[in-house]
């Protein structure tokens, strides 16, 4: 971590549009809204237009962005896309779809957008195989998955030959959440807790922990996951996975080698759905200045708050263009 002279919670509010990247801004394709596997789940007042955002790559998208200060969006495609085809090879053809349709699209519009691969997770080499396609010849930044496929996570041995070809390539994978692969008795009859309001993050966050705890990261030590909405609760627990997991252990770890060593080495977060000071502050003081990111949620999420939230946020001038653009700059190579 490099450390500058400012705090957060010491600077003040931006004078004005401050120019931001944003990484967690999704899109569909008819072909992959027609399997009903990367579409609105919810019925709501913004479901029309929900849709209406996601296949759009012009002028709507494209002023969302301009009013906020948006200069360039990484896109990918809305959970849970080919990760919920029950059909592997449908999948695999789905995801190479998806791509070369993104691909498209920033070939249209190379500064505005860039891209995530969409990843065939059933076939863990088929992903490898495609990821490569996608950084190498498509010119992706790295890969968003939408969290577990068929009940398997990231930890499995069954995606090491994944794994092995992400750090191959030195690109950033973007773990997002996705449906859970059963249905938990702590959320039984509370179906408030569903989706994006708790039980998203409670699986996002346990996967990551289970990279964490799993030593994902001791085979690769180079791999760099993001995690969206803000860490998705891990910043704020650092303290406690160090202190319960050395007293389950019952010794003391090298300071490497804790779980919050292991997430600040390993980790980058991004805003995402948490226009919230308060967790902003707190997430940049236990994760570093160059591990936050600026993101939407698009079209999930209002850009011209998440734009207003950054800008008003108290945070020095080089923090916050840290968050903004730098930091994706750099983790992202762009
Ligand atoms: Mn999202």
Redesign the pocket.
């Known amino acids: 971590m490099v450390a500058s002279a400012e705090q957060p919670g010491e600077g003040v509010p931006a004078a004005g549009p401050i120019r931001k990247i944003a990484l967690?801004e999704?899109f569909t394709t008819p072909d992959l809204a027609s399997r009903n596997v990367a579409r609105p789940t919810r019925s709501d007042v913004l479901f029309a237009d929900i849709e209406r955002r996601l296949v759009d790559f012009g002028d709507l998208r494209l002023d969302t962005m301009d009013r906020a200060g948006i200069s360039l969006c990484v896109l990918s495609v809305?959970?849970p896309g080919v990760q919920a085809e029950k059909d592997t090879a449908t999948a695999i053809g789905l995801a190479r779809k998806a791509n070369d349709a993104l691909a498209e699209e920033v070939r249209r519009q190379p500064k505005r957008y860039a891209g995530f691969a969409h990843l065939p997770m059933q076939a863990p080499e088929v992903a490898a195989d495609e990821l490569e396609r996608c950084v190498r010849q498509l010119g992706f930044k790295g890969a968003l998955i939408n969290g577990q496929t068929n009940g398997n996570y990231l930890d499995a041995d069954r995606f090491l030959p994944f794994w092995e070809r992400v750090a191959d390539l030195d690109v950033p994978v973007y773990l997002?959440?996705g449906e859970l692969a059963d249905a938990p008795a702590m959320f039984a009859g509370r179906p408030e807790l569903g989706g994006a309001v708790w039980a998203w993050t409670a699986e996002t966050a346990s996967h990551a922990l289970r990279l964490v705890f799993g030593g994902t990261f001791t085979r690769f030590p180079t791999l760099k996951v993001i995690l969206?909405h803000m860490g998705e609760t891990l910043p704020s627990l650092l303290w406690r996975f160090d202190s319960r997991w050395q007293c389950a252990l019952g010794e003391t770890l090298p300071p490497d080698q804790l779980p919050s060593a292991i997430i600040r080495r390993h980790f980058a977060i991004t805003t995402?759905?948490v226009c919230d000071p308060i967790a902003l502050a707190a997430a940049i003081a236990a994760m570093g200045e160059d591990a936050v990111m600026f993101s939407v949620?698009y079209p999930?999420e209002d850009t011209s708050t998440a734009a207003a939230f950054i800008e008003a946020a108290a945070l020095g001038p080089a923090v916050r263009a840290k968050a903004c653009h730098g930091n994706a700059e750099r983790i992202l190579k762009l």
């Open positions: 967690e999704h809305t959970t997002h959440p969206g995402s759905g949620d999930y």
